[in-house]
């Protein structure tokens, strides 16, 4: 259903990041909860689309790049994901502030369908 990048490894710490993350919005279109997970020195996203979404349910996993907030720090910050969907490509900026993650994405549809390509941003709590 979607790509997997090639094998990252980073010295970033990435573990004020992991865990379930829940949509502060809970009529959202996008995605509703997601969780990061590190498996093999990766860290793994697993979105879940919104039920009145563009795309419900599991969106499977894909690995995420790490970004720390300058070149001399080793803590997580930020993350770069894409999905590459059957209908449509998500690519995700992932970050913290002040303890929420915020992504924003930009949607592009590939299926001919003639929808608007789109753009969102919403905010997460910690589970």
């Not at 009145?52 to 969106?59: K, M």
């Not at 690519?91 to 001919?112: E, W």
Request: include cysteine; aromatic fraction near 10%.
């Amino acid at each position: 259903m979607n790509t997997k990048n090639e094998m990252l490894t980073t010295s970033i710490d990435p573990s004020n990041l992991l865990g379930t993350w829940i949509n502060t919005y809970g009529v959202s279109k996008n995605i509703s909860s997601f969780e990061l997970v590190e498996k093999h020195n990766q860290i793994i996203l697993s979105a879940t689309g919104a039920d009145n979404g563009v795309l419900p349910g599991a969106w499977g996993e894909t690995v995420c790049i790490p970004l720390a907030k300058d070149p001399e720090k080793d803590v997580a910050v930020a993350l770069l994901a894409n999905y590459k969907l059957d209908f449509m490509n998500a690519s995700l900026s992932i970050n913290m502030n002040k303890g929420i993650l915020i992504i924003a994405g930009s949607c592009t549809f590939i299926d001919g369908s003639g929808r608007s390509d789109y753009y969102f941003r919403e905010f997460y709590f910690l589970k």
